[in-house]
């Protein structure tokens, strides 16, 4: 089949944009403040739920203290902290995001506090597929001074856990296996195995735009 003079033109005006795209290196951040801070231990924050899924919560913070550990940073137990603002009145993330910096640092005696936000985290059924996705951003904040040493994002989903996207049989197969991937998701709690994927993500160390090496890494002090 031949391509019109407007498809090639079309195409000759793309390629070089497409060029530029694939070759523009990722800027990495600004890391003056979080190598002047030298945190060595991090409060997780209950991150904030942006999402309908009532378990997205528990199910992300429960995948961040190994990446954080992982990074070479003492980690602050999480059911001590949840127990500890359960005891002082403050029970839903939202509360405890307004709690000041320095109380933190106060109460647990951390260096650093990660203040996370949920944007996804469930399966979504699209007529003839069915994904799990789980995204989130944080950011890490001093809490002697309040100053933003880092931010970052990471996203999965269901295929970065084993999972096929493809189905056969015509539509009315693909239909069937979309729904049966909805079913399957829901009652084996896919989004707790993609969250995972997630906090590996957007918590890992290194470049191009990660956490710095903390002291109890072996890379402390490289990067």
């Keep these: 089949m031949k391509m019109s003079r407007f498809a090639r033109l079309c195409l000759c005006a793309a390629l070089p944009l497409m060029a530029a795209a694939c070759s523009t290196p990722v800027k990495a951040p600004d890391y003056t403040a979080f190598r002047s801070a030298k945190p060595r231990s991090i409060l997780i924050l209950p991150p904030v739920n942006h999402t309908p899924d009532v378990n997205a919560s528990n199910g992300l913070i429960a995948q961040m203290t190994h990446p954080l550990a992982e990074a070479g940073y003492y980690v602050v137990p999480v059911t001590v902290e949840i127990e500890t603002f359960r005891q002082n009145g403050l029970d839903t993330p939202d509360d405890i995001m307004q709690a000041p910096a320095a109380k933190l640092q106060s109460i647990f005696g951390a260096d650093a506090a990660l203040y996370t936000t949920i944007t996804a985290y469930g399966s979504v059924y699209q007529v003839v597929n069915s994904t799990t996705t789980v995204t989130a951003s944080s950011k890490l904040v001093d809490l002697k001074t309040g100053s933003v ?33 909805q079913a399957v998701h829901s009652l084996t709690d896919q989004s707790f195995r993609v969250a995972h994927v997630t906090a590996e993500r957007l918590l890992s160390a290194g470049p191009p735009a990660g956490l710095l090496y903390g002291p109890r890494s072996v890379k402390y002090g490289t990067d």
């Design 149 to 181: 040493l880092w931010t970052g994002t990471g996203t999965a989903n269901s295929q970065d856990v084993g999972e096929a996207s493809g189905a056969g049989g015509g539509i009315v197969g693909i239909l069937i296996t979309a729904a049966i991937k």
